[in-house]
């Protein structure tokens, strides 16, 4: 199965970065990229492994909240790993 993820401005100075990773859940999709890029799972991932209130995945451009992690993905679908931004 191949899942192109597509991880957005906070890997390689902002740049995007498309990857074919396999799974059938958006969570072992983003266990194989974690796997790739080791550094990511501090920005992604709370010290009890849920997602960061911030970071939303979009899985063929569809919320997959609210759990993303568990959410069922096919082979050929597109996931988009992004980080929200506050201010004010």
């Known amino acids: 199965m191949s899942i192109r993820a597509t991880l957005h401005p906070f ?3 902002g740049a995007e970065v498309q990857m074919d990773v ?15 890029y080791p550094h ?9 492994g849920k997602l960061k209130g911030f970071v939303v995945i979009l899985v063929n451009g569809k919320d ?7 959410y069922p993905v096919n082979d050929g ?3 988009s790993v992004l980080i929200m931004l506050s201010g004010g």
């Open 11 to 13: 890997l390689n100075d």
């Open 64 to 70: 997959a909240a609210p759990n993303e992690l568990a």
């Open 22 to 36: 396999d799974g059938k859940t958006v969570g072992d999709c983003i266990k194989a990229v974690v796997g790739q």
């Open 40 to 48: 990511m799972e501090k920005k992604l991932f709370d010290k009890n």
């Open 77 to 79: 679908d597109a996931l």
